[in-house]
């Protein structure tokens, strides 16, 4: 086999592996008063790409993402939405400059200002580490990722 063939193989390899080891790198959380328990990661990429902007109880989702120079929010971007986080950003702003949505989703600097944000809004979602201990979460609720 060629080397060049061997190089592609080994890439391919580790795209998969990554991939496969990232889906468990964070937790979904909503707001204490969701109804949800389980989201799949169909429906997470829906609500990320501003396909689907209300819970069944018709109450408007609210997106937060990390800051999207953060290896999370990067990780994220790829593993839900299939993209990088720049062009996550541009895709929200895009959305913005074109009036689907009024403003791009708030964006956490760090664990505090994600919960914070979480737990202060009835309908919002984000995500944090997979390593985040349960007890920095007592004020949300965390969703099962199916």
Do not use: C
């Not at 389980?38 to 800051?67: D, G, M, P």
């Amino acid at each position: 086999m060629s080397q060049n063939k061997i190089l592609i193989l080994i890439i391919l390899s580790l795209q998969i592996f990554s991939n496969t080891i990232f889906s468990a790198e964070f937790k979904i959380i909503v707001n204490k008063n969701s109804i949800r328990s389980e989201i799949s990661k169909t429906e997470l990429r829906q609500i990320y790409s501003i396909n689907k902007t209300s819970w069944e109880n018709n109450r408007n989702i609210v997106l937060a993402h990390f800051v999207f120079d953060s290896k999370l929010a990067r990780n994220f971007s790829i593993d839900v939405l299939g993209k990088n986080a720049v062009q996550i950003q541009k895709f929200y702003l895009k959305k913005v400059f074109n009036g689907v949505i009024s403003n791009v989703p708030y964006e956490a600097e760090d664990l505090e200002g994600m919960t914070e944000f979480v737990k202060a809004n009835i309908g919002a979602i984000g995500y944090v580490s997979e390593k985040t201990s349960l007890k920095d979460l007592n004020e949300v609720k965390t969703i099962f990722l199916k």
